[in-house]
């Protein structure tokens, strides 16, 4: 029997979504931010570092109306990107590193070397992927319903996008901080369609499957939560290898082991993300990004840097931040035969790198003279 919801814009708009990629979707209604309280004192507490853009436009994430005026829901969708290359950059491990095969191979090509990409970065920049898909599915419904009007946004609008995701019933908030859907883990990008149509919200999803567990909070290599379901940036990896234009904090230099870009720890540990990893997912991945050698690395001139990165999440961090994370994963981890490379990047233009140069030359050769 067919009650209408087979045939309803918002089961449709939902098809249309599973079409594009998202296999999540939820709708909440466009209501104040539960969770805008929780993110000011996050800011008021200092936990955002130096993301400025975060501070400036604090009050507009209290209402989705900021994105969108009238809006009068919000559709939340979840991208998977899986838990890609996890096995294959862990240091000591049979295949570590040996699939970057799109990466010239140097002499140092040495698992235990070798700088970790978070699964994440492991394909092309994934803002201009999710955004023609959520672009095309806002066209979808301003086609279909005519006069409406749809905007869609990922990550870099003022929008609470974890909070509007558990609204929308797509999962619970992990003390891990990340967004968990029960049948589908972690590893998903979300994104948003606001619009002025008055569709049906789903239940929220209430509770949380996190239990007694703690593995996330026990395992950040940096001790990064101050408490469960908060977590201070400033001491993120992800947060200092992506984010931070200035040098690494000396006391957070060696907690970092051998990440180069973004960290994946508190997802890997996570149990939630056991039953999906190798799963299938729409997310293109490419094997040479999985792990890069961080001295062919600091070899890269701005051209080069461009020509490797420009179409990658790591084009972000620019030069600057990728060789100045590649020097101190050196630091943690390379031997007296990246010492040349190391040296050579004492004369770099760059302040940044030239320091973190600096730090790991004196860090081998403490390794090596011990
Ligand atoms: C700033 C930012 C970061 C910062 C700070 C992260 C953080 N945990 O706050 C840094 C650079 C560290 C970072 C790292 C990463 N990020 Co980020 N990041 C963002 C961004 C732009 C804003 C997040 C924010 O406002 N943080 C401030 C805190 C206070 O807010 P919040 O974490 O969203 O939590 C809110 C709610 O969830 C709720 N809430 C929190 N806890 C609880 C608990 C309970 C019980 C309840 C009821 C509610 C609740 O209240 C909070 C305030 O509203 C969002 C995109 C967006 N526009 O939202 C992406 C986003 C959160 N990041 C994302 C990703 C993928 C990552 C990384 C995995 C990347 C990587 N591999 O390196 C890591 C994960 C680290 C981690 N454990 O969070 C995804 C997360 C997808 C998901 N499944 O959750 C997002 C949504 C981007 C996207 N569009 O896909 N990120
Ligand atoms: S991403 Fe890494 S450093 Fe950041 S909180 Fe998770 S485990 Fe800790
Ligand atoms: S590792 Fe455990 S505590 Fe952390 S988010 Fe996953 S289930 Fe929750």
Request: aromatic share 8%; charged share 25%.
């Amino acid at each position: 029997m067919d009650d209408g919801r087979e045939t309803s814009v918002e089961h449709r708009l939902k098809g249309r979504a599973r079409e594009l990629g998202f296999s999540l979707s939820g709708i909440a209604p466009a209501t104040d931010a539960d969770g805008f309280a929780r993110f000011a004192d996050w800011l008021d507490r200092g936990y955002a570092g130096e993301m400025d853009y975060l501070h400036r436009f604090r009050d507009e994430r209290r209402h989705p109306r900021a994105v969108l005026d009238p809006v009068r829901a919000v559709l939340m969708v979840g991208l998977e990107y899986g838990q890609r290359g996890a096995r294959s950059a862990e240091r000591g491990t049979e295949d570590g590193g040996q699939s970057a095969s799109s990466v010239p191979r140097s002499a140092l090509r040495d698992p235990r070397s070798m700088g970790r990409v978070a699964a994440y970065a492991q394909g092309p920049e994934y803002h201009r992927f999710i955004w023609d898909r959520l672009n095309d599915l806002s066209a979808w419904l301003e086609a279909e319903v005519p006069g409406c009007r749809a905007e869609a946004v990922a990550d870099t609008a003022p929008l609470l996008e974890r909070d509007f995701a558990r609204r929308a019933g797509l999962g619970w908030v992990g003390k891990n901080t990340m967004l968990i859907n029960p049948h589908r883990g972690s590893f998903f990008f979300l994104g948003a369609v606001l619009t002025d149509l008055a569709l049906t919200p789903d239940l929220p999803f209430t509770g949380s499957h996190c239990g007694t567990c703690t593995a996330c909070l026990d395992a950040c290599p940096t001790g990064a939560f101050p408490r469960p379901h908060v977590l201070d940036a400033t001491k993120c990896i992800s947060y200092l290898t992506i984010e931070l234009r200035s040098p690494i904090p000396s006391d957070l230099r060696e907690p970092m082991g051998d990440w180069l870009y973004g960290c994946d720890v508190c997802q890997d540990v996570c149990p939630w993300n056991r039953k999906t990893a190798g799963v299938p997912v729409p997310f293109p991945h490419d094997p040479g990004l999985e792990a890069l050698d961080p001295v062919e690395l600091l070899g890269l001139d701005e051209d080069a840097f461009r020509t490797r990165f420009k179409k990658t999440s790591m084009w972000r961090n620019r030069r600057a931040g990728l060789l100045r994370n590649a020097a101190i994963v050196l630091g943690n981890v390379g031997d007296e035969r990246a010492l040349p490379a190391l040296e050579r990047a004492l004369a770099d233009k760059e302040d940044v790198i030239r320091e973190a140069a600096a730090w790991a030359i004196g860090r081998i050769r403490q390794r090596t003279s011990s």
